[in-house]
């Protein structure tokens, strides 16, 4: 009949057996730390990359859908005309049901003059639905209105590099000519999340009303246009009945060119996790080049202690006592390695705080404890050999061990 095991006494003995030798204790499970802090390290730096990636696109408006025209400009007449995107359309995607909001651009490169330097920028003609669809955020005064669309007030807002430039001038004087026409500057304005030129604002872009803004071109066409669903499970149908209702109006499907940015949320998301399951592996690598260490010492402890080992069995200990002894030992070994480095793995990316505040570093509970369940499981599974080897032990042959 087997023994209650001993849990006090084998505690007591695999510390001693440890601070006996607690260089070679203290190096061992330096390899714990550098492995498990590499997992915590993957697992923080993974979930908070992955968040980061999709606020930005989420910034930029996840229910948008973006409509462009793809016909050629070398097309000229009344069918390059019925080929492009038309107020008509507009009017028609707005009762699309799902739809919740739609608006239109007119885009221009007129030339601008400032502190002496003449340069092309880039004029959006839009209306205040604008705004809140592309997720722009005033920096000072105000966007256009209502009021500015219909009485065609030229007005114009300017983005925040483009302001700088402009106030550096000593002869600015809160307006600025385009097409030879004076705007008064009322906002300034950016992204809320850059696109880095990507979309159609860039560094040096203007807003004006977009009657104003018909004035200067010369048919109905429209050059692009932002739809927004009502909800996220609004985007894949809406975005559907939309394109759907461009090709009966239109009659050529290939003509237009959808966007839709939780499209590229998903694909950003699979991507996240593709590299974080990449580098899991990695650090799975280490954490396993880690248990070998660990069964390494231990079968050198065994091989130390084999006398030790033989009195024990002659004075009758059991079998599964010495095995959970040596399996103790191998536990102590990884578990405080795995604390220090589940502390590192922490604390590194944690200060990334301290020099930006763009990225919100997140550690979840999950993490710290699958990160220490890993490094017990290391422990555990390569302690096992150097224990089992223990418990094997001819009694007889370890007492004549020299």
């Given at each position: 009949m087997k023994s209650k095991l001993p849990i006090r006494e084998i505690l007591v003995t695999a510390q001693r057996a440890l601070l006996r030798n607690w260089g070679r204790t203290v190096l061992t499970s330096l390899s714990m730390v550098v492995g498990t802090a590499s997992f915590m390290l993957v697992v923080v730096t993974g979930i908070s990359g992955r968040e980061y990636t999709l606020d930005l696109i989420k910034g930029v408006g996840v229910n948008l859908i973006a409509l462009s025209n793809e016909s050629s400009d070398a097309i000229v007449g009344a069918r390059a005309l019925s080929d492009r995107l038309n107020f008509g359309d507009l009017y028609a995607?707005?009762?699309?049901?799902?739809?919740?909001?739609?608006?239109?651009?007119?885009?221009?490169?007129?030339?601008?003059?400032?502190?002496?330097?003449?340069r092309r920028i880039s004029l959006i003609g839009t209306t205040p639905e604008y705004q809140q669809i592309r997720n722009i955020k005033v920096v000072r005064g105000s966007f256009i209105d209502e009021n500015d669309e219909k009485s065609r007030n030229k007005v114009c807002l300017v983005t925040d590099i483009l302001a700088k430039r402009l106030e550096a001038d000593p002869f600015y004087r809160g307006t600025i000519s385009l097409y030879g026409v004076r705007f008064k500057v009322i906002g300034v304005f950016r992204e809320r999340v850059s696109t880095f030129g990507q979309m159609e604002v860039s560094d040096n872009t203007a807003i004006i009303p977009l009657s104003v803004m018909r004035y200067f071109k010369t048919n109905d066409a429209i050059d692009f246009m932002y739809a927004s669903a009502e909800t996220m499970e609004d985007v894949p149908q809406a975005s559907a009945a939309v394109m759907k209702l461009l090709v009966e109006r239109h009659q050529n499907q290939s003509i237009f060119h959808m966007d839709i940015l939780s499209e590229m949320l998903e694909t950003a998301d699979k991507i996240a996790l593709g590299l974080m399951l990449v580098l899991l592996v990695i650090a799975a690598i280490s954490l396993v080049a880690s248990g070998i260490n660990i069964m390494n010492v231990m079968l050198i402890t065994v091989t130390e202690r084999t006398r030790e080992i033989g009195l024990k069995k002659s004075v009758g200990a059991y079998r599964h006592v010495l095995l959970t002894e040596f399996l103790v030992e191998a536990l102590m070994l990884s578990s405080g390695g795995g604390l220090v480095g589940i502390a590192l793995g922490a604390v590194v990316p944690y200060s990334v705080r301290f020099f930006t505040s763009a990225i919100r570093i997140q550690i979840p509970p999950i993490a710290v404890a699958l990160g220490f369940g890993v490094t017990l499981l290391v422990g555990l599974t390569f302690g096992m050999i150097p224990a089992l080897r223990a418990a094997r032990m001819n009694p007889v042959e370890a007492l004549r061990y020299e």
């Open positions: 995607i707005r009762r699309v049901p799902g739809i919740g909001s739609a608006v239109a651009l007119l885009t221009a490169h007129p030339t601008m003059t400032e502190q002496g330097v003449t």
